[in-house]
């Protein structure tokens, strides 16, 4: 940092277990990645290329090639994962993540119905070749999944491998952890906490008061994810208190 404060909430280091933050890159041009990189790289955790982003996005390898050189690790978004999936090619996209070299890859459910023991089979078959992040939760915001299957079902995708388990909300965060309103469901949150660790969570929470609300409830270093990257510079002033929102949350009274 480029001063000194005292009374700020200590942030873990990368590579960390907690405190991570997942950025969401729905098309950045090669100059735009490394122009985001320049000034946020040590916020980065990792890098998802949104859902199917990857398929159409063109110098595919040279802005990989950045993130690489960066020392940020990226994966393909889970709705690639399910096209393959669906079209009954899951050898195919093992072979894709082997050709870009993608250490990560994300397993979901939230696009197709899926039978959740063949899903956990998919996690432990990847997670032997790379590191699985698996997501529970719908993108259809009439699905409401009740708070004991959301525990159930990520804490059967962590037994069978998943490194961490993403709380969907899709891009606009306003579907499973959220109402169509951006309204955080608290009571959901707060009842998975009682039973699945904060640090193996990464909450899907694009917009402002969502991080705010997740950074109240956990701590600076709770998960985050679905973080666009003009917002990964705000959301470090605000989970270290440097921002109207968290300003006296951190504060010795």
């Not at 529970?136 to 708070?147: A, F, M, N, R």
Request: contains cysteine; negative net charge.
């Amino acid at each position: 940092m480029h001063y000194f404060l005292d009374n700020l909430p200590e942030r873990t280091q990368k590579p960390r277990e907690k405190g991570f933050t997942m950025v969401m890159d729905k098309g950045l041009s090669v100059r735009q990645a490394e122009d985001f990189l320049s000034v946020s790289a040590d916020h980065v955790d990792i890098i998802k290329l949104g859902w199917a982003t990857s398929y159409v996005t063109a110098g595919l390898e040279d802005k990989l090639n950045v993130f690489r050189a960066a020392g940020i690790p990226f994966y393909f978004g889970g709705t690639l994962f399910e096209a393959f999936a669906v079209r009954n090619k899951f050898d195919d996209y093992r072979k894709l993540l082997d050709k870009f070299q993608v250490p990560f890859a994300e397993v979901s459910d939230g696009s197709l119905d899926m039978d959740h023991d063949k899903k956990c089979e998919y996690i432990t078959e990847l997670s032997k070749q790379v590191t699985v992040l698996s997501e529970v939760g719908s993108k259809d915001e009439e699905k409401i999944i009740p708070p004991y299957k959301w525990i159930e079902l990520m804490q059967k995708e962590l037994d069978a491998g998943a490194w961490k388990v993403i709380g969907e909300a899709r891009e606009g965060g306003n579907v499973g952890l959220f109402r169509s309103s951006g309204e955080v469901r608290s009571g959901l949150v707060q009842e998975i906490l009682t039973k699945i660790p904060f640090e193996k969570i990464i909450w899907e929470a694009p917009q402002k008061a969502q991080q705010v609300y997740f950074i109240k409830l956990v701590g600076a270093n709770v998960n985050l994810g679905n973080i666009s990257p003009e917002e990964l510079i705000p959301l470090e002033t605000i989970r270290l208190g440097l921002r109207g929102d968290t300003f006296s949350h951190f504060l010795d009274k």
